[in-house]
């Protein structure tokens, strides 16, 4: 099984900063789109960014577009998620995903793995 696990996440200000980090396990990582979806309690799973296979295009939800950033180290295997301008709406669980092909969008249904996802907490 793909292995992806996240990193980078705390407790932070509102108005503050974040990086997150997704390490993906295999050889064949550039084949693949990659996502970030995040979890607030008692939320569903919400679309957050994706990230062409060779970064040749991003897609962001309308919440983040302007403050968050995604990006990819095909090299190192490994995806970013650099958000700035952090609001306590942000707090949630964010999670890697990785996509069932070489692109994918905002539904969870086109991911085919998960990492084990990391904790974001911002205050007010």
């Known amino acids: 099984q793909v292995q992806l696990v996240e990193s980078g996440g705390g407790l932070v200000q509102a108005g503050g900063s974040l990086r997150l980090s997704c390490e993906a396990s295999g050889r064949t990582f550039s084949s693949y789109a990659m996502g970030w979806f995040r979890r607030a309690p008692g939320k569903e799973r919400e679309f957050v960014a994706a990230?062409?296979?060779?970064?040749?295009?991003?897609y962001y939800g309308d919440s983040v577009k302007g403050r968050f950033t995604i990006s990819r180290d095909n090299a190192k295997n490994t995806v970013n998620l650099q958000m700035n301008s952090l609001k306590p709406e942000d707090t949630a669980v964010y999670y890697c995903a990785r996509g069932a092909g070489a692109a994918a969008g905002s539904g969870v249904y086109q991911y085919a793995y998960w990492g084990q996802g990391t904790q974001v907490t911002v205050s007010s």
């Open positions: 990230i062409s296979s060779v970064g040749g295009w991003t």
